[in-house]
């Protein structure tokens, strides 16, 4: 086990959890040196102060508002490299097949210090972040997937709810999602978003995805449609040249929708 402290995050929504586990972090900390570098009391707030840390391990309690540890865990899947996962929670039934897909460990409330002991040499053995996080196995455990988009600009993290966005276009390098508020600059590809957000989103051409319920009607575009300016911009409309556009509720613009694409979106438009 390497001999430098554990780089670690501790996220439960009651203080005193945390302080119980600091307490025992110092109780073992000859046979496991730990630095704890932050703390947090929902997920939210653990991104927030995760963003520009390099953790071994997090451990997080399950059940939390505004984001639960299941959610954080999936947004944490996708750092590089991702930390371990060690879920502190009184209930055992998610914790149990939790750990069963993805996480290294999981404790049981109130935390013993010879279990977590255990635990963070486990970490220690798998190189800490090496052993990561399965984001397939997280996904078995939150299907749906994740309640937020994570935008990160100018250092500042912000989670944009998936119900609010009205569709995804991507851009050469870059994924935006629109809301009826504005544009959001994602670090997600297009296809990772489609993958995981099939059920909510079809695709209308290849630099877009758009929320079913978003769409309210469509029209016919003119000889311009797919232009730059317009979702899905000139690249589109060299690929197929779409003829239809479509009306989202709540803001007046109109994506182009693609020959390829018009046969499955005007069936959804007639169901």
Known sequence: MSALPLRLML?????????????????VADAVPTQVLAEAADGVEALERAEHLLLDAVLVDIRMPRMDGLQLALH?????????LIFVTAYDRYAVKAFELCALDYLLKPVRAQRLQEALIRVGRQGGAARGLDAAALQTLAPE????????????????PVEDVLYLKADQRYVTARTASGEYLLEDSLAQLEAEFGARFIRAHRNCL????????YERGGEGEGSEGEAGGA???????PRWQLI????????????????QLRALLKG
């Open 145 to 160: 997937g994740r309640r937020h988009l994570r935008s990160s600009e100018r250092g500042r993290v912000r989670l944009i």
């Open 248 to 263: 989202l509720r709540g803001i007046p613009d109109r994506v182009a929708a693609s020959r390829r694409q018009w046969p």
């Open 235 to 241: 690249e589109a409309a060299n690929e197929a040249e």
């Open 76 to 84: 944490l899947a996708r750092r590089a490299p991702a930390p371990a």
């Open 11 to 27: 996220v439960d929504d009651e203080a005193p959890a945390r302080a119980r586990l600091r307490q025992l972090l110092e109780d």
């Open 210 to 217: 758009v929320a079913r319920a978003a769409i309210a009607g």
